[in-house]
């Protein structure tokens, strides 16, 4: 007996990278705020070999502090062995939720979560009650009070409403949409679960730039979800089945271009959660060396459509699924810089998560509100007119600081951008609104 089973431990191998060189613990969150040695990834991988150790428990000591990590990888950037810390935490994730009991609590603020976020059409549903919200004063009501303020929870979820229209629970994408000009290829387009209920604006963007390069864009309506958001809190049962939709769904294109960056990650990490089962490790590793983030693919092809003008100073934020579990960092700053009249500002401590993190900002919104204000802090330093960020839970967590902080700025992924400038620098019908 073990504190983990045998269905997919963490890999010994990876554990014995670990030198325990403390090169992680300054881009670690969680050893930033609390200078805790089990809060850091060396620490954690401690815990994770004591887990594999004959007779040991998985005690709720061990496992806080394996609830505790953001999951953001900062730490596989900074490693000089390269300990892969981002695959070791995603089977210890899994462990934790089939070996250790949630309190009623966890358990239900999960099935919400897990119930409500990677289903698109649910998430419609709730559009007209966030612009009602928004609308009635209620939002600038929850602000300011005292009850809601007491309650790091209900003060996170008051706050991370987005500023939707009505419109926006019923916008969908065309299917096809045909290259402008010769075509560079086909690609297939997850249209995500948040992001396409919530950011329909960045989807359309997106896809309008793509054709404007030359690519035929599908954008098929399933699978709903991916799986990222439960893959990354462990949640294997419930990831499993989304990431064999999405391989039945993409892996005819030449790439599946995505434009979330935890999206991204989990299907750049399909090969590895497929591994052992022999109907889908083939085909899963295949599909994660097709997945493309989007400014991975277009930053690989000579740019084709003109950019016009656009006089704005943007700060970009480094999504941490983007820039540590991708590595995907110098490419949209590359793309950015292809706008004329655009300055590009780097905000202090860009390895730093915001927060988010998936659901970490509902399960531990203290730890995420300190990290969320630090991030609005250094981004408002740079003194910028709008901020990239190309992760849709990035772009709740910052926008709910900023406002915290009483200095809204407009938040913007860098395909919108990119949009607005091919299109003319002009509001056209398909370009994102700066909204607050």
């Given amino acids: 007996m073990a504190a983990f089973d045998t269905h997919k431990p963490p890999e010994v191998d990876l554990i014995e990278d670990c030198v325990h060189c403390g090169f992680c613990l300054p881009t670690c969150p969680t050893y930033v705020l609390w200078n805790e040695e089990m809060d850091s990834p060396r620490g954690r991988i401690v815990l994770m070999s004591e887990g594999l150790q004959p007779d040991s428990v998985l005690t709720d000591t061990m496992v806080g502090h394996f609830d505790n990590c953001l999951g953001c990888m900062a730490c596989v950037t900074a490693c000089p062995s390269g300990v892969r810390y981002d695959l070791l935490i995603e089977d210890t994730r899994q462990q934790v939720e089939r070996q250790h009991p949630r309190t009623a609590r966890e358990r239900l603020l999960r099935r919400v979560l ?134 039945e769904a993409f892996e005819a294109f030449d790439h599946v271009v995505v434009n979330a960056a935890g999206c991204g990650s989990a299907i750049k990490d399909y090969g590895h959660l497929l591994r052992d089962d022999p109907a889908w490790a083939e085909r899963a590793a295949a599909l994660s060396a097709r997945a493309r983030d989007v400014h991975e693919l277009l930053a690989s092809v000579p740019p084709r459509a003109k950019r016009h003008r656009v006089e704005l100073t943007v700060a970009y934020h480094d999504a941490c699924h983007l820039a540590h579990a991708q590595n995907v960092r110098a490419q949209p700053r590359q793309l950015l810089r292809t706008i004329p009249g655009l300055e590009l500002v780097e905000p202090a401590e860009w390895e730093l998560c915001c927060g988010s993190a998936g659901i970490y900002n509902l399960t531990r919104p203290e730890a995420a509100g300190e990290l969320g204000a630090r991030k609005a802090d250094n981004l408002l330093a740079t003194g910028a007119d709008v901020i990239a960020a190309a992760n849709p839970g990035c772009t709740l967590q910052i926008v709910a600081h900023l406002q915290r902080k009483g200095r809204p700025l407009p938040l913007l992924h860098p395909m919108q951008l990119l949009a607005r400038s091919i299109e003319g620098g002009q509001r056209k019908r398909r370009l994102p609104r700066l909204r607050r």
């Fill in 114 to 247: 897990f119930s409500t976020f990677p289903y698109p059409g649910r998430l419609r549903a709730t559009v007209p009650l966030i612009v009602a919200y928004r609308r009635s004063g209620l939002a600038k009501w929850a602000q300011r009070s005292r009850l809601v303020g007491r309650s790091p929870l209900l003060r996170t979820l008051s706050e991370l409403a987005p500023p939707l229209r009505l419109r926006d629970g019923v916008r969908r994408l065309p299917a096809v949409t045909r290259a402008i000009g010769e075509r560079r290829g086909t690609v297939g387009f997850l249209q995500g679960c948040v992001q396409r209920a919530y950011f329909g604006d960045v989807n359309a963007a997106t896809v309008a730039v793509l054709a404007a390069e030359g690519f035929e864009v599908h954008a098929p309506r399933a699978p709903r979800c991916c799986g990222a958001l439960g893959l990354h809190a462990g949640q294997e049962d419930e990831s499993l089945p989304l990431a064999k939709a999405t391989i």
